[in-house]
């Protein structure tokens, strides 16, 4: 990162958060260059402890060591913002964010919510994707564009199992959420009790359905109550939660009329009452059974449709899929694979 001819501002250290970071500064008048942040240069050979400071912002606290009389170190804390604001104050160039493909799969792959996820990183750490997104460059124009849409396709195929879809569950006062809840994710996590108005607080947690990471949300029974009561705020809470989520089930005990508020999708409870019909679920006596059931629902909402392939190349992380949606937002095919041979030469495209 060149300042001028004579001087030089350089990241010696990869770029990227760590716990400390070095800054080279080479050339003359590098006094002149320090005072940009507050800083002065100790003797060559020696260092000294310095507080940072710009525009009467203190902006860190480092160790500045003087190899030479035109070269100079600054040991810094390593919060990426905090380098490259030092770096531009300092009169050098910020460098442009470097990207591992490889290291971007095993990083999904580490945060997988679950084990068909886990799968699916791996066999794009492997070398799947890179190859895919070779595949894409080296396209005539006329097929990139729907080459493209298939792997889109595909990425959000793949975040089902590598990002938890969250769910949320309503109903009347006693339609059974909370004791359902408590057999989705395996434990008594809540609370359960005849009495209506148990939950007031909605309830969150991890949980995993056919195979699928879900996020549980359990919120307050419906039912008129007096506005700004405790009961009352906790249904404000769970509303809000719950608008939140991708799928929200509808509770109905058996005996009560089915109901299901647009946007909703309908199950009914209290399963184990004479005449219940089939597909009731019994979460209390019949916990993995109700919990089969449910998951077998979510397949069907979600349209899963075929078992994924792990030959299948598919982006697996954030980052993948907005590099993915800036290509398809180029203006020409040409500029698309531009994006992505920066990419697979480890430049990433924000």
């Not at 794009?124 to 889109?152: H, M, T, W, Y």
């Not at 990471?213 to 009961?231: H, I, N």
């Not at 929200?248 to 399963?271: E, I, N």
């Not at 180029?330 to 500029?335: D, F, H, P, T, Y």
């Amino acid at each position: 990162m060149t300042g001028g001819l004579d001087f030089r501002v350089s990241l010696l250290t990869p770029d990227g958060p760590a716990g400390v970071a070095v800054i080279e500064l080479r050339g003359q008048e590098l006094t002149e260059v320090l005072a940009r942040v507050g800083a002065k240069a100790p003797a060559v050979g020696s260092f000294a402890l310095v507080h940072l400071q710009a525009e009467g912002e203190r902006l860190d606290e480092a160790l500045v060591c003087a190899r030479a009389e035109d070269r100079i170190e600054l040991h810094v804390h390593g919060s990426v913002p905090l380098v490259r604001e030092l770096i531009e104050r300092l009169g050098g160039e910020t460098p442009r964010a470097t990207w591992d493909l490889e290291a971007d799969c095993w990083q999904a792959m580490a945060d997988a919510p679950s084990e068909q996820g886990a799968r699916i990183a791996l066999a794009q750490s492997q070398g799947l994707l890179g190859k895919e997104i070779q595949r894409l460059i080296d396209l005539p124009e006329n097929e990139f564009p729907g080459a493209l849409a298939g792997l889109q396709s595909r990425g959000d195929r793949a975040k089902l199992w590598l990002e938890p879809t969250r769910i949320a569950l309503q109903g009347p006062p006693n339609a059974g959420k909370s004791t359902l809840f408590n057999a989705l994710v395996g434990f008594a996590r809540v609370v359960t009790s005849d009495e209506a108005g148990t939950t007031r607080d909605p309830v969150l947690e991890s949980a995993c359905l056919a195979g699928l990471p879900v996020e549980l949300v359990d919120t307050a029974g419906l039912r008129r109550v007096e506005p700004g009561s405790l009961e009352g705020r906790g249904q404000v809470l769970g509303q809000k939660l719950a608008q939140s989520a991708q799928v929200t089930f509808h509770l109905t005990p058996h005996g009560d009329a089915v109901v299901a508020p647009g946007g909703t999708h309908a199950l009914v409870t209290h399963g184990d009452r004479p005449g219940a019909p089939a597909g009731s679920l019994d979460a209390l006596h019949e916990p993995l059974a109700a919990a089969e059931a449910v998951g077998l629902r979510l397949l069907q909402i979600l349209d899963v449709g075929e078992p994924w392939c792990l030959e299948w190349a598919a982006p697996c992380s954030a980052t993948q899929r907005r590099l993915l949606e800036q290509v398809r937002s180029q203006a020409g095919v040409s500029e698309g694979k531009d994006l992505l041979r920066e990419a697979l030469s480890g430049t990433v495209c924000h």
